[in-house]
């Protein structure tokens, strides 16, 4: 009489999820499922027990189109997991997608899913896989905080969060907020990135006390990780969407906030401040000039455009500053930079006087007016240089 061998349990797991992956087409051509299949193939317990399968699945393999879709539920990475029980060393295997992204100027370097509000502010918040939270948070804008975005891997997600983040000095609050897995997805980034900031890193580069598909960070050095660390306070809000919950945490957070930290890194990139300096000179616009007051009988703004001879070529009337200069813009009635947001400036301060009912009157475009090299002059009969316009650009 022959004793049945007893499969472990997690071998069926790695057999039913391995084939759900194998039947969803999406996954042929998907880094995840490959990925998982190479990882499976060079582990030294199990190709002797999915001999058939893996081989059936390799045939599968189409060309490579992308290395994760996020899918809400991610066979791969469950089978992998399954498997990582019967085979440990399968949790050190590369079967996620981790390669580094190109820096860009300014802030932040990396490209991703999130809103800068300010710069200069000490909160950042990470809604994990609750992108509608991040959305909602931009809106509600609450004072103090510097970004918001999400999170959706424990690998390189969170390497690109600490890369965005480390080069500004003046964030030094962390808020890890919203659901942290999407359904069975694998990725447990929020419990991670929490883990990571309490416990740090072992030594192969593996988040200690992450619970994660594959909580390891790979393109990032030690003394990146302990700056960030020394530098932001992680407050975890794991599960919570409450925005008023989160809001009282950032206003918690501003109050506590120490100012900007000393030990940047000399590699950070960095973003200049510039001292900004009134204009010296006034170049007229070749498109004309514009003139504005209120009419507070019809409470309308009107906007009357010249040409630089002192010909009136339109009259444009609205009731916001916006739908003035939206059509100023759309006509073609200014060509230059600073006369648009000298015509901003002035639009806003006529649409105050009209609802408080102070007084208006146009201010001059700064600065000293320059004779542009069109010919124009005072024998020329042209009035845009030698006296300027009748009224204030």
């Known amino acids: 009489m022959s004793i049945p061998i007893l499969e472990p349990p997690a071998l069926e797991i790695v057999r039913q999820e391995l084939g759900s992956a194998m039947a969803a087409t999406k996954c042929h051509r998907c880094g995840c499922f490959q990925d998982t299949v190479h990882a499976l193939e060079g582990s030294s317990v199990l190709p002797a ?37 019967i085979d440990p060393a399968l949790a050190q295997a590369s079967h996620c997608a981790t390669e580094a992204s190109e820096e ?130 992680a407050v975890d809000l794991i599960g919570t969407t409450d925005l008023e919950a989160i809001a009282g945490s950032i206003a ?3 109050a506590n906030d120490p100012g900007p930290a000393q030990d940047v890194t000399a590699e950070a990139p960095t973003v200049p401040v510039q001292r900004a300096h009134e204009p010296q000179r006034l170049i007229p616009d070749p498109a004309g000039y514009v003139v504005i007051y209120p009419d507070r009988q019809r409470h309308l703004l009107v906007l009357e455009h010249y040409a630089n001879n002192g010909v009136l070529t339109r009259v444009i009337e609205g009731a916001t500053p916006t739908a003035l200069y939206g059509t100023v813009i759309s006509e073609g009635l200014i060509s230059r930079l600073d006369h648009a947001a000298y015509l901003g400036r002035e639009l806003a301060q006529a649409q105050h006087a009209l609802t408080s009912g102070e007084d208006y009157a146009q201010d001059r475009a700064p600065g000293e007016e320059e004779v542009p090299a069109t010919g124009c002059g005072p024998d020329t009969g042209c009035v845009c240089t030698a006296s300027g316009p009748p009224h204030p650009r």
């Open 252 to 254: 918690e957070a501003v």
């Open 49 to 85: 027990v999915l001999a058939r399968l893996l081989v059936e699945a390799r045939i599968l393999f189409e060309p490579r189109r992308y290395d994760c879709l996020g899918c809400e539920v991610c066979w791969p990475a469950l089978a992998i997991n399954a498997a990582s029980e």
């Open 104 to 233: 860009r100027a300014g802030w932040p370097p990396l490209a991703g899913d999130y809103r800068v509000l300010r710069s200069r502010a000490p909160v950042a918040v990470c809604t994990l896989n609750s992108d509608h939270l991040m959305h909602e948070l931009a809106a509600a804008h609450p004072p103090g905080l510097a970004i918001v975005g999400s999170l959706h891997t424990e690998n390189l997600g969170i390497e690109h969060l600490i890369r965005n983040l480390l080069p500004n000095p003046y964030v030094r609050f962390l808020i890890v907020c919203g659901e942290d897995t999407r359904k069975a997805i694998g990725h447990l980034p929020g419990q991670s990135l929490v883990s990571l900031m309490r416990e740090g890193l072992e030594d192969s580069g593996r988040i200690r006390g992450a619970q994660g598909k594959r909580p390891t960070l790979k393109n990032l050095g030690r003394e990146q990780v302990e700056a960030f660390r020394r530098r932001l306070q």
